[in-house]
C-alpha cells in the first residue's frame, strides 16, 4: 500500500471556510459525511481515494455516527483505518464528528439518550477510530423519555472528560434546542452547531425557526442529505435508474417519486441549466446562501462525485 501523503497546496485550492457560530472553530463550506460508502460492505480502497482527494482538497472535516455502516460501527472502523493507514500526522489538521442517539446494541441501554447510552457509545466510538478524542459529539436525535437535562449533562461531562472537544445536536425540535442551548451556555459547554436537513425540497429548519434561532445565538448550522439523497441531481428525471439508491429502495421509495415531484425536479432543473451548472451543483449553492447555514455536507460514492460537489464552493 502506497503512504499517503498530503497535498502541500491543500489550503490554495480554493475551499472556503466559515466561523461555526460564536466559536474558533471554522469549518469548510463542503464537509465530507460518512452515512453511505464507507462501511464493512463497501471498498476500502475507494474510501482511501475519496477521503485523501477531500483532504487535498481543504476537506478537513470527516462527519460519522456510531451507527454509519452497514454493519453498524463499521465506518468508524474505516475511519481507525484511515487513521493508521494515511491520516495520524494529520490528525490535528482534522475536525471529526461522531453521534449517537439511534439503535447500536440490545437492550435498553443501547439506544436513544441516556448518560450510559451517549458515553459507551463515546467510548466504542474512539476505539473503533482509533482516536483519543473527538472534535465534536452529537446527540443524533431528540429522545423525549430520558429527561433533557441528563443527556445534556452528559455532553458536558462529555467535554469536560476530554473525550470531545465540542457538542452539538442533530434534529432537536425548536422548544428542546432553545431549552439545550441555555443548559449548555450556563455550564460554560455553549453548543457548536445543529445538524439537520435542508434542502431545496426540505426546508424544515428555516420553516421551523431552527436556523433563525441558531443565527441569533451563535450556533452553526451544517446540513445534511442537502441533495434529498440523490432526487436533486439529474439521475431521477428520466425514470428510476436501475443502479439508483432509490431502485434499492432502502432510504429511497419509487413511490416518492410522484408526478408532482418530478415536474418540481424538472423546473429545478430547467434553472440550473440556464445558469449553466448541472442541478445537483445549484441545490448545494442555494443551501449555502440560507442564512445562517456554516457548512454542507455531502456524501461520495468516488473522488470523481466529490469533485463535483466541490464545485459550489467557487459560486
Same mark, same amino acid.
Given at each position: ?26 469549518? $469548510?463550506?463542503?464537509?465530507?459525511? !460518512?452515512?453511505?460508502? *464507507? ?30 455502516? $452497514? ?14 493507514? %494515511? ?26 439518550? &441516556? ?19 473527538? %472534535? ?6 431528540? %429522545? +423525549?423519555?430520558? $429527561? ?8 458536558? %461531562? ?20 432553545? *431549552? ?24 424544515? $429548519? ?6 433563525? !434561532? ?8 451544517? &446540513? !445534511? &442529505? +442537502? ?52 442541478? &445537483? ?35
Amino acid at each position: 500500500m502506497d503512504k499517503y501523503f498530503a497535498d502541500p497546496l491543500r489550503y490554495d485550492g480554493g475551499m472556503k471556510f466559515e466561523r461555526c457560530g460564536r466559536s474558533g472553530v471554522m469549518l $469548510p463550506k463542503v464537509s465530507l459525511g !460518512f452515512w453511505h460508502n *464507507f462501511g464493512g460492505v463497501d471498498s476500502y480502497e475507494r474510501s482511501r481515494e475519496i477521503t485523501h482527494y477531500a483532504f487535498d482538497h481543504g476537506v478537513v472535516h470527516f462527519d460519522l455516527a456510531n451507527n454509519y455502516g $452497514p454493519p453498524y460501527g463499521s465506518a468508524e472502523e474505516t475511519m481507525g483505518r484511515l487513521m493508521d493507514d %494515511d491520516f495520524a500526522p494529520y490528525r490535528d489538521e482534522l475536525f471529526i464528528s461522531t453521534k449517537a442517539g439511534y439503535d447500536m446494541w440490545p437492550g435498553p441501554y443501547g439506544n436513544w439518550g &441516556s448518560r450510559k447510552y451517549l458515553m459507551a457509545s463515546l467510548d466504542q466510538s474512539l476505539k473503533r477510530m482509533h482516536l483519543d478524542y473527538v %472534535d465534536l459529539f452529537y446527540s443524533h436525535r431528540y %429522545d +423525549p423519555e430520558t $429527561p433533557l437535562e441528563e443527556t445534556l449533562q452528559a455532553l458536558v %461531562d462529555i467535554v469536560r472528560s476530554g473525550k470531545a472537544l465540542y457538542v452539538g445536536i442533530s434534529r432537536w425540535p425548536l422548544e428542546a434546542t432553545k *431549552f439545550a442551548e441555555q443548559y449548555l451556555r450556563e455550564r460554560d459547554v455553549p453548543m457548536l452547531i445543529y445538524q439537520g436537513r435542508l434542502n431545496m425540497l426540505d426546508r424544515a $429548519p428555516q420553516e421551523e425557526g431552527i436556523l433563525d !434561532f441558531c443565527a441569533e445565538k451563535g450556533i452553526g448550522f451544517i &446540513s !445534511f &442529505s +442537502p441533495l434529498a439523497q440523490g432526487l436533486l441531481t439529474d439521475r431521477y428525471l428520466d425514470g428510476i435508474p436501475a443502479d439508483s439508491r432509490m431502485s434499492k429502495g432502502k432510504f429511497l421509495k419509487e413511490s416518492m417519486l410522484t408526478e408532482e415531484l418530478l415536474a418540481k425536479l424538472r423546473t429545478y432543473n430547467k434553472q440550473a441549466l440556464e445558469q449553466n451548472k448541472p442541478l &445537483s451543483q445549484m441545490a448545494l449553492e442555494w443551501i449555502l446562501q440560507q442564512r445562517g447555514v456554516t457548512s454542507v455536507l455531502v456524501g461520495a460514492s468516488s473522488a470523481q462525485q466529490l469533485q463535483k460537489n466541490l464545485l459550489c464552493v467557487n459560486s
